[in-house]
């Protein structure tokens, strides 16, 4: 029935053509594309599936900018599943026609769009990635470095299926062996699966709160007393020993199982034989989808080695987003060091309560005034919502923002149009405020950090629960590049060009004050050291590095957590390595 699709789409196509209906045009276009698609016993009809398909994505591109430029966020919700799902099929024509170049240019254009990177009128790198793949290689040219992108795409066979191919692109720089582009095209129906069981659950943490416990969560709205394993449940933080003995293999084959399907051959060869202190590579993947959730740092090779001892590991939402961020890169940043730590008294959430104190996190906060020797501190009840915002958009702001407290992955009271748009989600308790009736008062939401506009800082380390991502969830007409949209996204948003985030609850008395006080060790002395007047330098390439050289002391100080990705993996470099 394909051929009688046809006709009538053909047929659509001129009236939405005499009407000047441009939304219709795109549909119309996509679906004679797909049309074709289905129909490839023949070059010419995916060679037309091709075209039909490109014109269809350009148009839509185009209709998203001047609908993001009126402020049309109903119609913009509207289009993002069409579009994407253009997108995603026109990947899969391109790479079967063998035009990987082409098809990793669309899948970051669709990208960089989605995350709403490409805004303001500026969409010209995307824009000339598209018109000219080549160009993309030459703008990620950096030394020692290689790019690790993904696109999840269905299959021809029936577009209404769930994402079941993982399409990866592996960009390595000139002076790597084998520079270049490399494509691999991999069956990821169990993906999803195979990454909640890497990661832990968070949904069976919130259940065992409610259920069990009238404590208040600490950070992220979990027990204080320890991180349920994803196999055993067993609270690791308490019972160390049962984890290790009950779950270690189960938890190093899926590690590693993962590491098959996302570690290309490429990157495989590049990293073998390598391990802490002797070498220099940096790996930056650009994840999507349940992807986001992916403790890269902890994927396991077949002589059971985590990555992060490997290389240096970060992520980055879009290849867009990088190039636009080592643009305004300077060679070195220099400025001061803002603290945050226990905002006291914490804020209450409906359904939970008050947040309990974190006085690991105070500590925390106290012994790395002590190290980086920063009065710019901001303690208890000092850490408001008003002060913290105040110093960040200082005529001098710090070089280097720290956020000890309690992360939330969604807002604290739902957004009245979550449903409609893809505002960053996500918020960090601050202290509250006396004679305040506004419970958002105490909380700096993502959604308000990604519409500020700072040029100072140059990294943002949220010591708190699940801040890299956003309430992983599916939205009405949304795409798998939404999820990327939290805490960590919405800093990089406002200007940023890194962060350092976690992926899992974390506990603010075990690990992570110590991962904290190893990381700001090595970022000093990787940049040449604390200055007289107590300003601290940030250079490319040394916030990863500085990370897998906390690592390499956390597994030195305690060889028994190595097993236990849980414990000593949530934490991830995520924008510039």
Known sequence: QYDRALEHYQHSLKICESLRNFVGMAATLANIGMCYYAMKDHPTR????????????????????????????????????????????????????????????????????????????????????????????????????????????????????????????????????????????????KLQGLVNACRGTDLAMRNRVRSDSKEEPPRGGQLGEGLPCSFCNTLIYGSLEAHTTTCRAEVQRNLAHLRRLLIPPHLGELLAGKGFGNSDLNVVFIPTGCLNLVPFAALLSQDSTPLIQQCSVATSPSLTFYKKAMARQPDKATGSALLVGNPSPMPKMAGVGRLRPLSGSEAEVVQLKADLGTDNVLLGKDATKPRVTTALRAAKPPCIIHLATHGIPSDPIPHPTAEHNWDAQGSLAMAEQKNSHDPLESFLLAREVARWRLRGPQLAVLSACSSHIGAFKEVKGGTPHDSAAGLSFAFLMAGLPRTVVSLWPVNDTLVTPELMLFFYRHLKQLNGGQKKDGTLSIAPFTTAKALRLATRDMFAAHPDYKPIHLLWAPFLVSGLP
Not at 157 to 175: C, G, Q, R, V, Y
Request: hydrophobic share 40%; net charge negative.
């Open 46 to 189: 995916l060679q037309s599936a091709a075209d039909h398909l490109a014109r269809a994505f350009k148009l839509t591109s185009q209709l998203r900018q001047q609908f993001s430029a009126m402020g049309h966020s109903t119609v913009l919700s509207t289009m993002q599943g069409s579009h994407f799902k253009s997108a995603m099929i026109l990947q899969a024509v391109l790479v079967e026609m063998e035009q990987q170049q082409d098809a990793l240019a669309i899948a970051e254009a669709s990208r960089a769009q989605a995350l709403g990177l490409c805004g303001e009128g500026d969409s010209s790198t995307t824009t000339d990635w598209v018109a000219d793949p080549s160009r993309l290689l030459q703008d990620l040219q950096h030394p020692n470095t290689v790019f690790v992108a993904y696109s999840l795409c269905p299959n021809y066979e029936d577009f209404e299926k769930h994402s079941n191919h993982l399409f990866t692109w592996t960009i390595a720089s000139h002076d790597l062996p084998s520079p270049g582009l490399a494509f691999t095209s991999t069956e990821a129906s």
